[in-house]
């Protein structure tokens, strides 16, 4: 396998729209080396005042096209935070346990939220006792220590994936895409865009900044302000990097890739980790003293944690640690590995087999957003975990971490940020909760719970488009539905006290939101979750950009409300609505009949909304040949896929493809049927005279050697009558289906693929093979579920979501592992 790479650098890098992740110490050896030498290209410009601009040109393996643009420049912005941060420091507790907590809690919830930020330049440094919230546009960075909590203020333009904080001065931030570098004295920022993955490095004594775009790098060193670039390739698509650490100091650097995992010396041999050559993606935004980074492989579901020796000049590698999860953090360091999903932190130690084993759990009320764990010397270990609105510091010896753990959050220890007061609620909304019940259910194998709906509601989640979780359709697990123009919320917490099988009532599973007018359809805005846009019954667009949460004391209860303060209207009598993001520009789009309507906002517009307020924008206007029927948005803002009565399009705003902005590609005609996409695979899921067909998306270049979307249709020749709902799904075992028929629910496992004919000519096809079947007493409107995915439930390889009627269910069904 050819091995063509970057120059000497190390890097320190975040990979595209992953969870943030932990790290797995190695002490097991594969390792195996391959020294490879490579050829590059380099590039020097020189940038008013004293910097240097790297272009990156495009190539035809790239997946999206870059004009030329002043890479690295510097540009002007105001680094001073718009806000103060409002925090609190509190006592806490792990139950059946001597541990040290103290927390910490912000008036958020933070957009992004990431534990030991520091640039370490040294193994030294490695710490657990600082946190990142992004709030806003305004960034904060908090340390607990022994003279109690430090805070840095800055700001950043977009979203962020991640921060590295180099300085009290200097930081990184990556923002959808692009990578800047801010400096707080000069109150500017330069940014390089088109990234998909990044690292951020010293190459022999000089920083550094690598990018990558597929299997293309570019390598951007920075010596006394003037930027010099060089561009390699590898042999297949790089997800990820991470640096390496040697003699205590960063030396060289880790990339995982769609064929291995690699270690890269800084005279540019690669080492192959020998963990197989599967996909696999780095999953620490840490590493400890040895440099060791925890990496994951979907196709196989291990953990690996990987480290390169100068010892023994290789890689070596614990033992995998099969999971039958993706983490959604994870952090290593010496002996213990921890890894995070949902709100439960699972605790490993390394024992001399160098395998991990099972050590501890711990209970958080929260979803865990991120961990660092730090293996402290007097035996002791020191825990630092993340969530939206808070922070948790934990110092503890082994034996206070052993078994079954719940942390607490218990009173405050000094007030350190502003207090707010709670506005006074408002009683009309006292009847809302009224209008609905929640009851236990069982119908043989499965059990749970549904939400019972007294009078039908003016909307449900019933359509697929309404994408707020990574790859669960139609805002699932959570339901909504609006009664005139109040919107119930069933938060995800319901289905997991119902799986908890713990008593609650609806005001712990619920919030209201208060709109402006009856709801048709809606979504959440891209800017802020807790923007709204969404199509009324009054025949108008309503883009909500401020809102504000409050209590209302109802009984002995309180409902969580939260009112609209600022929006701007359309007269556009919309049938449904969705939103997309690319670069600083943010797209909300409406249909109705076979015209798409086009609202285009940039970041900077919407994040100075609430001071300076909207501009109505006119719409832009897309026809079609026929009736919209559902409209997606593709990930990391590559299109607009619209489907149509009995086609399918894709509309390009942004110029992602080689025709440039404001293109409609035709991908299919006349293929009429009932449809479902599933955002996080691409692929759409069409049901028509009995029978199923898969449609993905793909892409190719055309006569013109230009790039356009394409698709590759995978039809099924097996009859299945009686279809009533169904749903594709990302699965972490396998894809699936989830089908209803009248009195019925199942999944099916799908399988797509192709042979060649005697012509040489490709043969797609789809298979659809019975999983599971369960009799239920409803006949449902929509339903998802997966069987063999713990990434959601757990302890449970079944589960369904469905709406019938008035009645949402979430239910529960047996363990079914095959193997």
């Not at 925890?294 to 290789?314: I, R, T, W």
């Amino acid at each position: 396998m050819r091995k063509v790479l970057l120059g000497g650098l190390l890097v320190l890098l975040v990979f595209v729209a992953g969870c943030i992740g932990g790290q797995s110490p190695g002490t097991e050896e594969k390792p195996s080396q391959t020294g490879t030498a490579f050829s590059s290209t380099t590039t020097e410009s020189t940038p008013p005042p004293s910097e240097t601009t790297s272009s990156t040109e495009t190539t035809p393996r790239q997946t999206e096209t870059q004009a030329p643009s002043e890479d690295w420049a510097y540009q002007d912005l105001s680094l001073t935070p718009e806000n103060e941060p409002e925090y609190s420091l509190h006592r806490g507790a792990i139950s059946d346990s001597g541990a040290s907590v103290e927390v910490l809690l912000i008036k958020g919830p933070a957009k992004f939220v990431k534990t030991s930020a520091n640039w370490e330049a040294s193994s030294g440094e490695s710490s657990a006792n600082n946190v990142v919230f992004q709030v806003g546009h305004d960034v904060y960075y908090f340390e607990l220590g022994p003279n109690g909590v430090y805070y840095e203020g800055g700001r950043v333009v977009g979203d962020l994936f991640d921060f590295v904080r180099f300085t009290e001065d200097k930081y990184l931030g990556w923002e959808n895409g692009v990578v800047r570098v801010y400096s707080k004295s000069l109150n500017k920022y330069r940014e390089k865009r088109g990234v998909m993955a990044y690292a951020a490095t010293l190459i022999n004594g000089k920083f550094a900044i690598v990018t990558s775009i597929e299997d293309n790098l570019t390598v951007t060193t920075f010596v006394n302000g003037e930027a010099s670039s060089e561009e390699y390739s590898f042999d297949c698509p790089i997800l990820s990097m991470h640096p390496a650490f040697t003699g205590d100091t960063i030396s060289g650097f880790y990339m995982a890739t769609t064929c291995g995992v690699y270690y890269v010396s800084p005279n540019l041999e690669t080492y192959d980790s020998g963990i197989g050559d599967s996909a696999w993606i780095i999953i620490s935004n840490d590493h400890d003293d040895f440099g060791t980074i925890v990496v994951y492989s979907k196709d196989l579901n291990e953990v690996v944690g990987p480290h390169y020796s100068a010892d023994h000049d290789s890689i070596l590698h614990s033992k995998p640690l099969s999971v039958s999860y993706r983490p959604d953090a994870a952090s290593v360091s010496g002996l213990y590995l921890a890894l995070a999903r949902g709100t439960k932190l699972y605790l490993y130690e390394l024992g001399e087999d160098g395998a991990y084993h099972d050590f501890g759990v711990l209970n958080f009320p929260y979803p865990i957003r991120d961990v660092k764990i730090n293996q402290l010397s007097g035996n002791q270990i020191e825990l630092g975990v993340a969530w939206k609105e808070g922070f948790a510091h934990i110092v503890g010896k082994p034996d206070d971490f052993r078994g079954e753990h719940s942390f607490s959050i218990g009173g405050e220890i000094t007030t350190t940020g502003t207090q707010t007061s709670t506005p006074p609620a408002q009683n009309e909304l006292g009847g809302i909760l009224d209008l609905f019940t929640i009851e236990k259910v069982s119908f043989g194998e499965l059990w749970g719970a549904k939400v019972h709906l007294k009078k039908t509601p003016d909307y449900r989640n019933v359509h697929d488009w309404l994408q707020i979780k990574v790859y669960e359709p139609a805002g699932l697990p959570d339901a909504y539905f609006a009664f005139g123009r109040y919107m119930v919320h069933v938060t995800s917490s319901f289905k997991n006290l119902v799986e908890s099988r713990k008593d609650f009532t609806k005001y712990d599973v619920t919030e209201v939101y208060e709109l402006p007018s009856t709801p048709k359809d809606f979504t959440f805005g891209i800017y802020d979750t807790s923007d709204i846009f969404m199509a009324g019954r009054d025949g108008k667009l309503y883009l909500i950009y401020d809102g504000e949460r409050t209590k209302e004391p109802v009984g002995d209860e309180e409902i969580r409300l939260w009112k609209p303060k600022a929006y701007v209207t359309w007269n556009i009598d919309a049938d449904g609505v969705n939103a997309m993001s690319r670069g600083d520009n943010n797209y909300f789009v409406a249909w109705k009949g076979d015209k798409l309507y086009v609202i285009r906002y940039t970041d900077d517009q919407l994040y100075n909304a609430e001071e300076e307020g909207l501009p109505e924008v006119q719409p832009e206007t897309v026809s079609f040949p026929e009736a919209i029927v559902a409209v997606y948005a593709l990930h990391y803002g590559r299109g607009i896929l619209v489907r149509t009565e009995t086609g399918l399009y894709l509309y390009d705003p942004t110029g992602y493809y080689d025709y440039g902005p404001g293109k409609v590609y035709t991908l299919l005609q006349n293929v009429p049927g009932r449809a479902a996409f599933q955002i996080y695979t691409d692929d759409l899921y069409v049901y028509e005279n009995g029978k199923f067909l898969m449609v993905s998306m793909t892409s190719k270049y055309d006569s013109n050697d230009k790039q356009i979307p394409a698709v590759e249709v995978y039809p099924s020749t097996v009859q299945m009558p009686g279809v009533v709902a169904f749903s594709g799904m990302y699965n972490t075992y396998d894809t699936q289906l989830a089908v209803g028929f009248e009195g019925r629910i199942a999944l099916y496992n799908v399988t797509a693929n192709y042979y060649y004919d005697e012509n040489d000519n490709r043969v797609y096809f789809l298979n659809l093979t019975l999983d599971q079947s369960f009799s239920v007493p409803f006949t449902p409107d929509y339903v998802y579920g997966e069987d063999e995915c713990y990434c959601h439930v757990r302890f449970h390889a079944d589960y369904f979501y469905a709406w019938a009627g008035n009645d949402y269910y979430v239910l529960f069904g047996p363990k079914n592992r095959r193997w």
